[in-house]
């Protein structure tokens, strides 16, 4: 059973910059893909970004892409989003989860689930 704890949200204008942590822990964070979801209010959970169990691979979102890096540390068992240049439609619950030997984008492959964090970008 893995837990995932979320933190690092928070209130930020448009431009400015988050580093959102996940912390894993009671399974073998080298076996698991990451990923980071979110989901605003009315709005169905979406992809935002993962890395493979390796750490070699990392996909993103369109809508992130260039702005936002997924990585991860084996000795912390912690993954990381760092988002820059956020923007109002960033705003969302964002959640870490955890697959293992899976890395793509669909929600339904990731068998655990962090809290979830606020994230809100004011215009």
């Known amino acids: 059973q893995v837990q995932l704890v979320e933190s690092g949200g928070g209130l930020v204008q448009a431009g400015g910059s988050l580093r959102l942590s996940c912390a894993a822990s009671g399974g073998t964070f080298s076996s698991y893909g990451m990923g980071w979801f979110r989901q605003a209010p009315g709005k169905e959970r979406e992809f935002v970004a993962s890395i493979s169990w390796s750490g070699g691979s990392t996909y993103y979102a369109d809508s992130v892409k260039g702005r936002f890096t997924i990585s991860r540390d084996y000795a912390k068992n912690t993954v990381y989003l760092q988002m820059n240049v956020l923007k109002p439609e960033d705003t969302a619950v964002y959640y870490c989860?955890?697959?293992?030997?899976?890395?793509?984008?669909?929600?339904?492959?990731?068998?655990?689930w962090g809290q979830g964090t606020q994230v809100t970008v004011s215009s």
């Open positions: 989860a955890a697959a293992p030997y899976y890395a793509g984008s669909s929600p339904s492959r990731y068998d655990y």
